[in-house]
Structure formats: structure tokens, C-alpha cells
């Protein structure tokens, strides 16, 4: 089985910063790409940052120029640092990662439990 798990969620202030952690393992071969989302109460889940394989990086509008997704990909692991947070960033935000686990298999798709990030204002 493959874990992906989700770290550094909490509670903080509006215009502060969180650093969320995703850490892969069990049987990973290979990952095409580890990307965010979050769903906020009672809303859609939605995509927040993406990085491919090739180290390429796509934002939602409304994170960009605030949010930075970066990868550790020895250790299976994909941050997100959040900046200038704003009450509306408050959602459940899941890591999810395309995967395979023998080359040449087909790709299968892993979502993390989530963790909560909260913005007071």
C-alpha cells in the first residue's frame, strides 16, 4: 500500500505563514506528480499548487503569487509554504499524488487523510 501523509496544518493568524508537509511511502516507484488541494466547509475541492515530475509548477489563481509548492523527490515529499494567509484559505487541504509502483505499470492516483489549516482573522 502507499501512504501519503500530511503534516503542518494548525491554527494561525491572518498574514501569517504555514509550512504543510507530504510525505509518501510504502510502494512508490515512481510519482508523475504531488500536487494540493484543499476544500473549504461546505465547498468544492479544489486544486491549490501542482508539481510534475520534471519539476514544473501550476497554482490556483487565487494562491498564486502567496503559495510555493517544492518537492523533496528522494524522500517523497512535497511542501507547500503558505504566505499572507487570509481567512479564506481556511479548508481541509488533502495531498495527492499520481504514482505507479513497478515500471512500466499504470499510474494510480493516492489522496493523503488532509489537514486542517485555519485562519483566524
Known amino acids: 500500500q502507499v501512504q501519503l501523509v500530511e503534516s503542518g496544518g494548525g491554527l494561525v493568524q491572518a498574514g501569517g505563514s504555514l509550512r504543510l508537509s507530504c510525505e509518501g511511502s510504502?510502494?512508490?516507484?515512481?510519482?508523475?506528480?504531488m500536487s494540493w488541494y484543499r476544500q473549504a466547509p461546505g465547498g468544492q475541492r479544489e486544486l491549490v499548487a501542482v508539481?510534475?515530475?520534471?519539476?514544473?509548477?501550476n497554482y490556483g489563481e487565487s494562491v498564486t503569487g502567496r503559495f510555493t509548492i517544492s518537492r523533496d523527490s528522494a524522500k517523497n515529499t512535497v511542501y507547500l509554504q503558505m504566505n499572507s494567509l487570509k481567512p479564506e484559505d481556511t479548508a481541509i487541504y488533502y495531498c495527492?499524488?499520481?504514482?505507479?509502483?513497478?515500471?512500466?505499470?499504470?499510474?494510480?492516483?493516492?489522496w493523503g487523510q488532509g489537514t486542517q489549516v485555519t485562519v483566524s482573522s
Open positions: 495527492h499524488a499520481v504514482l505507479a509502483y513497478k515500471s512500466g505499470s499504470t499510474w494510480y492516483s493516492w
Open positions: 508539481i510534475e515530475s520534471a519539476g514544473s509548477t
Open positions: 510504502g510502494n512508490i516507484f515512481s510519482i508523475k506528480n
